[in-house]
């Protein structure tokens, strides 16, 4: 079973079920779906910026509406206002997408988006396709200042041991994988990447350095 869920939400809010989980069936892809949300649970996929839903396929912040979800944060009440809006909508941070047929996929945190130029980039699929390079170890994909487009995504990538590879070599990998506004335009060495103690990688901690001295703020 997949589920889906935050502290925020007391529980999990979708699941997908064993019945699901059927790997001769033409809907094998359905297997990286979190499923559908449970009875009692409203659930939208929304525009951040205009808080309109949508359309199917397309991405956007996850807000879910139950009684289960959080009154607000301790003590915080301008955190609430932010994460709780209009009508008792909860918004998750998450990045998602539902398809034709109801079914919910976690894609990124709408924190870590790249806006280049105008084109939203999440960095989960660029690093998904630089994962299938033979000497990369570990990635992580942080957008930085340019003056032409804003911001462009970077990799900063921990190289397998006893492997050789050039910055030149990565992004051709990746050119011939993605879009070219998705592509990174530089990369980074690094031994290791951050991470919190749930595993999570810390993209504010890398973001960090590239955008000081900008008016950007860093998320």
Partial sequence: MQVYGLT?????????????????SANKGRLRSCGKPFTGIELRIVNSDTA???PLGEVGEIWIRS????????????????????GQWFRSGDAGYFDKDGYV???????????????????????????GHPAIADVAVIGVP?????EVPMA??????????TENEILAFARERLAGFKTPKSVGWVDALPRNPSGKILKKDLREPYWKGNTRRVN
């Fill in 8 to 24: 925020e939400t007391t529980g999990v809010v979708t699941v997908l079920g064993p019945e699901d989980h059927d790997l001769s």
């Fill in 146 to 150: 340019d003056e032409k487009w804003g």
């Fill in 156 to 165: 900063l990538v921990v190289r397998k041991p006893d492997t050789q590879v």
């Fill in 67 to 86: 009684r289960q979800v959080m009154k607000g944060y301790w003590n915080m009440p301008e955190e609430t206002a932010k994460s709780i809006v209009k």
């Fill in 52 to 54: 309109k839903d949508v």
């Fill in 105 to 131: 996929y976690i894609f990124d945190r709408v924190k870590d988006m790249i806006v280049s130029g105008g084109e939203n980039v999440y960095p989960a699929e660029v690093e998904n396709a630089l994962m």
